[in-house]
């Protein structure tokens, strides 16, 4: 029974240490150093400069339409032929 007790005090303990730092100032303190690292003089009302987007380069490319495939038309048929059969 105390071990149980131990373990759920170690995952409280771990839990609330490892939670994400959600202050306002830990957040300007993000965007004052975003504008520095990007060298701006003067700052956008309204744009928030420490984005992920900004921090990574992800790329995106263009999804090509999907194949025309009557599997959805044979799934439907099938579909309305077992309520068909079904005995009510």
Same mark, same amino acid.
């Given at each position: 029974?105390?071990?149980t007790y131990?373990?759920?005090? $170690?995952?409280?303990?771990?839990g609330v240490g490892l939670k994400p730092?959600?202050?306002?100032k830990t957040w300007a303190n993000g965007e004052a150093r975003a504008r520095k690292a990007l060298g701006l003089g003067? $700052?956008?009302f309204?744009?928030?400069y420490n984005q992920?987007?900004?921090k990574y380069q992800f790329s995106k490319d263009e999804i090509d339409d999907m194949?025309?495939?009557?599997y959805?038309?044979?799934v439907v048929q099938r579909f309305n032929t077992s309520l068909h059969n079904r005995k009510l």
């Open positions: 029974m105390q071990i131990v373990l759920a005090g $170690v995952i409280l303990l771990v730092e959600t202050s306002i003067t $700052v956008e309204g744009k928030h992920i987007d900004e194949p025309e495939s009557d959805s038309e044979k």
